[in-house]
């Protein structure tokens, strides 16, 4: 027996690494399991997990690869989906955490005003780059220079989970697409890692923090909204940033 199928809508969304639109489709019902079973499990890797697996199921580019996206796309792609498939408008909660006194007329130990303020997000028309990209092509010197690429979800997730203090070190080595002279061109797929920490190291410091810039002004995408609290009226700054934030 054949059953009727439901026809779903396309939408599409530009992302950086990309130089058209991606199309894609909302979530299904088995993608909606997904990240309920993500949710549940509370833990980094299984996010991630679900993240790539709902996007890899809901793009309908071929050849599509979700393996080969910056964090930055994945964010953006995710958070589109997110609002095609379970409503543009993402009710946020906060605590607010004004020192108040009960009774002005008392002395009194302030106390945390403790209120629960709903913010109300628009995934659609709120969510913005945080920064502006900056050009990738990077001079060290007068004869040398680099070709940078944006970190994946999965470089990210191995070096938030390693929490070593050599992180920055290592994050900027594996944004390195290639290196350049006036003579050659250096892929860095082709060095080891080592060679490419060695690299990194051996550098000037001057030049060190032109790289370190970039990857420091990586796009995110972020929220930045005001909201006053009913019950104390302190004025608020709220702010969401990054995948983790957009998630629930």
Known sequence: MTLPQIVTPEYEVKILSKDKPIKYRPFLVREQKIMMMAVEAKDIQSTVTAVKQIIKNCVLEKNFNVDDLPLVDIETLFINLRARSMGEILNTYFKCTNMISEDQHVMMTPKQCGMIIEVPVNLLTDVKLSNEPLP??????????????????????????????????TLVSSCIDKIF?????????DATQEEMNSFVENLPTESFKLLDEFIDKIPKSKVEMEKKCSKCGFQHKFVLEGLGDFFL
């Not at 990077?138 to 203090?165: A, R």
């Not at 002279?181 to 797929?189: P, W």
Request: avoid cysteine; aromatic fraction near 6%; hydrophobic fraction near 40%.
């Open 181 to 189: 002279d006036k003579d050659s061109v250096y892929k860095a797929k």
């Open 136 to 169: 990738n092509k990077i001079m060290l010197t007068q004869d040398v220079g680099v070709l940078m690429k944006y970190p994946s979800l999965e470089l990210v997730n191995k070096l938030l989970e390693s929490n070593n203090e050599t992180m920055i070190f």
